[in-house]
Nanobody, 128 residues
């Protein structure tokens, strides 16, 4: 089991940057692929980015590709989401999630059901 706690959310102007952090507990953190999802008010939760257990492979939603970067530090049990060129439509609660396994296969990168452990979320608000 992995327990996750997100931080780093806040209010930022459009075009600005934020870095989200996710602290994971548990000695098996390096056995989990990690993902970030977001949920805007009144909308379904959606996939943002994911990274393999070793950090060598990443996957992004088209909407954030080129602007967001996911990374991890297995020595510190941390996952990060660097968000640049933020847009107002990026306003949402951002969730960190863990998926058992070294690297997801195919559509499992983006499937919420494949992620077994979730954090409580951190609010990101992008003003126009």
């Amino acid at each position: 089991q992995v327990q996750l706690v997100e931080s780093g959310g806040g209010l930022v102007q459009a075009g600005g940057s934020l870095r989200l952090s996710c602290a994971a507990s548990g000695r098996t953190f390096s056995n989990y692929a990690m993902g970030w999802f977001r949920q805007a008010t009144g909308k379904e939760r959606e996939f943002v980015a994911a990274i393999s257990a070793g950090g060598g492979t990443t996957y992004y939603a088209d909407s954030v590709k080129g602007r967001f970067t996911i990374s991890r530090d297995n020595a510190k049990n941390m996952v990060y989401l660097q968000m640049n060129s933020l847009k107002p439509e990026g306003t949402a609660v951002y969730y960190c999630a863990a998926q058992p396994g070294i690297i997801p296969r195919g559509s499992r990168w983006t499937m919420m059901l494949e992620y077994r452990n979730w954090g409580q979320g951190t609010q990101v608000t992008v003003s126009s």
